[in-house]
């Protein structure tokens, strides 16, 4: 089991690149990762047809590429844009700044395109959505995702296979407080495993409970350490 005052190097896959990647958002070592809790979290919408799906929200449509991809602009300014249908309805969609869209999408390619629907001048479109493989967007569904504040330094994914790795390979975390002050709470490894990757929404409600009490309740304890420390060092304060 790795410990948790080993460098973040001792994860499998994460090499010196990664490590500094990591360094800028103030992760150096294996407990480092456990701690850096999500900002927020995904919740994968159920895919819906495009007839039916709410304009100005975000949904998941499956549908297959109805034209070849074209670019308008040059290099990377360059503007993607085609339409796709399932049946139902078509829509048009616009990727940014992805010219290579052009070569690797096909007419006829079928895709799950997360984003929101617009009614426009020339009918339905989606700017910019996430696009992932049916296969890939199925065994997103039906779960919580982690979002984590990485400003774009460490990809979410990345981010979620080191957590994840940390959370199986290293040293189970002891109870900091006693039993009688946690009763009706989960445990510290159950609390920290659930704030990262919860099963429902009151797992993750209960592993928030647990964290913010252990949290406040050892605030309150520095607080009066050193208040004690300070009258020590001065038993006969101003007043």
Not at 50 to 76: D, H, K, M, W, Y
């Amino acid at each position: 089991m790795i410990p948790h005052d080993a460098p973040v190097t001792a994860l499998k896959g994460i090499g010196p690149r990664s490590a500094e990647e990591l360094r800028s958002l103030g992760i150096l070592t294996v407990e480092d990762i456990l701690r850096f809790y999500p900002r927020s979290y995904d919740r994968p919408e159920a895919v819906t047809d495009i007839r039916s799906a709410p304009q100005e929200v975000p949904v998941a449509v499956r549908a297959a590429l109805e034209t070849e991809p074209a670019n308008r602009g040059f290099g990377r300014q360059a503007v993607t844009i085609f339409r796709i249908s399932d049946g139902t309805g078509t829509l048009s969609v616009t990727f940014f700044h992805m010219p290579y869209l052009k070569n690797t999408l096909h007419k006829g390619d079928e895709r799950v395109f997360r984003g929101v629907i617009q009614q426009g001048k020339y009918g339905l479109h989606m700017d910019h959505p996430k696009m992932l493989r049916p296969e890939e967007y199925d065994r997103l569904t039906g779960r919580i995702w982690p979002l984590y504040p990485t400003l774009d330094v460490v990809s979410q994914k990345k981010m979620r296979a080191a957590v994840s790795q940390a959370l199986t390979d290293s040293v189970p975390f002891e109870e900091l407080l006693p039993e009688s002050l946690t009763a009706g709470f989960m445990s510290g490894s159950e609390a920290l495993y659930a704030i990262h990757f919860p099963a429902d929404e009151a797992q993750l409600l209960r592993a928030r409970e647990k964290l913010a009490f252990e949290e406040f309740l050892l605030f309150i304890l520095r607080i009066r350490l050193l208040r004690s420390r300070l009258l020590q060092e001065n038993p006969w304060p101003m007043p």
